[in-house]
């Protein structure tokens, strides 16, 4: 699609500035030009045509002060995240879209010769209208939220694969998480011929992520996937450890959630207070 191309009308010295950018973003909201043209040799002249054939294809977003800054956008950090993950040899080609939600764009991707899901995180992220209202954005930029919600998920995936059914964690850069595709639906789509043993094997991954010390934050019909082998839990920027300020409740909340659900299709009714006694006794 779009990121395909503009992807592959990128030159070696826009990765370069690309990669500038990225190096300085943790300590500016808007990168210097002096720091850029400290990497890359490039005159001040070039470098300001250059960023403004960048900022034309809504990969960075510049900004005049007392010198010219720049800032990566939710496409510029994806496409720069992508190309670090296919310098790795992690990803080979680019699939298709196939979930855009307020937090992320999701494609499938070929890696190491299988199909596999790319996850772009893009938390924080104002509309490119209000990045130009709003000139202060406090000291923490949107890009480096972003970058910490897909380590998070990183992270979290790594620490519960293999004990929970989630997919298995491939690889992160930048506000990119790489990892296994699962060939199910989500929970709200099917119509489940038994809804009991459905429910009852989400309690049980429930209650092993709890016994890992990892709540999940944000569970719900949309973030559970069934297929005929079972149930898979994704989705985990917002996970929580067990015993963090706020965990208790934000467990309560998830099983609360998926109870509501199979009560609300399927009529089965289960207390929520029981289930969570169940979930915490290990
Ligand atoms: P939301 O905005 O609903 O919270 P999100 O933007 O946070 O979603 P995810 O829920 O992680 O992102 O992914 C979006 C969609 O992409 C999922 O609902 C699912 O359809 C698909 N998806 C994500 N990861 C996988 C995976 N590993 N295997 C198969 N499909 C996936
Ligand atoms: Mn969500
Ligand atoms: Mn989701
Ligand atoms: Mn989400």
Redo the contacts with the bound molecule.
């Keep these: 699609r779009d990121l395909a191309n503009v992807y592959l009308s990128l030159k070696k010295l826009d990765w370069k500035i690309l990669e500038s950018i990225f190096k300085n973003m943790w300590d500016f909201e808007y990168v210097p030009s002096h720091a850029i043209i400290r990497e890359t040799n490039l005159s001040e002249e070039e470098l300001e045509a250059k960023l403004k054939k960048l900022a034309s294809m809504r990969l960075v977003e510049n900004k005049y002060t007392e010198y010219l800054g720049t800032a990566f956008t939710f496409k510029g950090l994806s496409v720069y995240s992508l190309k670090r993950l296919v310098a790795a040899g992690k990803v080979e080609q680019l699939g298709s879209l196939i979930g855009e ?1 307020k ?1 992320s764009v999701v494609y499938t991707v070929i890696s190491q010769g299988k199909e596999a899901v790319l996850k772009f995180h893009r938390v924080g992220y104002p509309s490119f209208k209000k990045v130009k209202e709003k000139r202060d954005y406090g000291t923490l930029h949107y890009t480096v939220l972003t970058v910490r919600s897909a380590r998070r998920e990183f992270q979290t995936l790594k620490r519960l694969y293999g004990h929970v059914s989630v997919p298995r964690p491939i690889a992160w850069e930048g506000n990119a998480v790489l990892m296994e595709l699962i060939d199910a639906k989500e929970l709200y789509k099917v119509k489940l011929e038994n809804p009991e043993d459905v429910l009852e094997m989400i309690i049980e991954e429930v209650k092993k992520m709890y016994e890992l010390g990892v709540v999940h934050g ?1 569970l719900s019909q ?2 559970i996937l069934v297929n005929e082998e079972g149930v898979y839990f994704i ?1 985990f920027p917002q996970s929580m450890e067990v015993g963090e300020d706020g965990s208790e409740e934000i467990l309560k909340r998830d099983v609360e959630n998926v109870l509501k659900y199979f009560k609300k299709t399927y009529g089965i009714e289960r207390d929520l207070k029981q289930t969570l006694e169940e979930i915490k006794k290990g």
Excluded: L, S, T, V
């Design positions: 939600g937090e944000d949309f973030n989705d």
